[in-house]
């Protein structure tokens, strides 16, 4: 029997295709949407080559167009797919509110809230055709912590993380099944994509990301757990998972340790310094 099928944004690269190898191993056919077609012929090079029923297809998730025609694809090769994720994401401009522009702010919620918007758009109708499908969306741990300079991405994260609520109960009684991952820094290719009005904020992101002790084979991992087991939040990194929970139950300790630890982490020194002293905000 053949195996269940799944379609991953942006799955050419990084997380997308530890996904990608990670359900090929598990014996699902699988094709990869990316708008960089050489790492995205070079990814289902490697997935044919492990014996897996997989194909690349040229996909901007900012155009509706595109999606609609993986879809089509999908249909005249599979008859349908059980699993699509909407995984494509850019850092965009990092720096202040006031240094970065609307232009910046438009494509990273374009490419980051809106590919996933018109994911979940054009696969529901098929979902709700078949009966089945579960979607997962990747957003991020800057989502739901949202650290200082980084208004826009985690902006369009934490956007991702409420289509994701949203989601989960509209289209529970379809039997269309939902999760969000929300990892944090693990090391991809993600800072090619990463502007900063900020000097040497990229390579400080760099070096966060070196030094993550989770890779995205394990985030593949909790994903593929997660699919199995119906759990809607995916939480890979310990550290951003017991911050959260802080922020929830505890958020004036929160705010003492994102004031104390994690904005010096991006912020450039003298602005960090200029915020010690400012007065404690009370509300
Ligand atoms: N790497 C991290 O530390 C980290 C942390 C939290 C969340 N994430 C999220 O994980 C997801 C995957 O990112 P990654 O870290 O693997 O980065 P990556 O850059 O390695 O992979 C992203 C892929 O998306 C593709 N892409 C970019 N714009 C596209 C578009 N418009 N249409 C189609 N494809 C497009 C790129 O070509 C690339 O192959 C993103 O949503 C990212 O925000 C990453």
Redesign the pocket.
Known sequence: MPGKRIFI??G?????KAIALKYAGAGYRVCI????QV?GAETAAELTASGCDAFFIR????RLEDLLAVKDEIINRWQGVDLVVN?????GTAGPIDQVGVDDWQQVLD??LL?VVRGCQVFTPLFKQQGSGFFVN?????GLINAPQMSSYNVS?AGVIALSETLKHELAPFNIGICVAC????????T??MKSTIDGLPARVDRL?AH?RIN?ADIAEDIYAAVQNNSFWVLSHKAERRLWLIKRFLPFVFDALMKKKIAKLFTPPRAANNTDSLPEKTG
Request: one cysteine or more; glycine letters at 14%.
């Open positions: 944004t942006g050419a690269s990084g997380l997308g949407g990316d708008v960089n790492r996909c901007d998730v900012t995984n494509v994401g850019i850092a490419i980051n590919g990747i957003a991020s741990a800057a994260k990892p944090a820094f693990f090391q991809t290719n993600l090619e994509s990301m993550s995205a």
